[in-house]
């Protein structure tokens, strides 16, 4: 089995800067790609960003050009730096990993960090 352990969440007022961990502890034998969504309340979950392990990322469009997914994966981590940060971009923020942990390949999820953005 694996887990997924998120930091970093938090308040900031907006335009402010907020980065997110995410480590995958466990028996881990290979980790594809990893990634962040957010569920706001009310709203449905969505991708924020993901990025393989060949370090293709993929951004929403509402997040371009201001959030920055990176991945350690010596370390299993992956990192989403967020600037410019806005009311909307309150949620609970998860990470996901697909990865093996035994047979087969499968999403995981983290417990969730909060992230508020408000003057």
């Known amino acids: 089995q694996a887990q997924l352990v998120e930091s970093g969440g938090g308040k900031v007022q907006p335009g402010g800067s907020l980065r997110l961990s995410c480590t995958a502890s466990?028996?881990?034998?290979?980790?594809?790609?990893m990634g962040w969504y957010r569920q706001a309340p009310g709203k449905q979950r969505e991708l924020v960003a993901d990025?393989?392990?060949?370090?293709?990322?993929n951004y929403s469009d509402s997040v371009k050009g201001r959030f920055t997914i990176s991945r350690d994966n010596a370390k299993n981590t992956v990192y989403l730096q967020m600037n410019s940060l806005k009311p909307e971009d309150t949620a609970v923020y998860y990470c996901?990993?697909?990865?093996?942990?035994?047979?087969?390949?499968?999403?995981?999820w983290g417990q969730g960090t909060q992230v508020t953005v408000s003057s």
């Open positions: 996901n990993a697909y990865l093996r942990a035994a047979w087969n390949y499968q999403d995981y």
């Open positions: 990025i393989t392990s060949g370090g293709i990322t």
């Open positions: 466990g028996s881990i034998f290979s980790i594809r790609t």
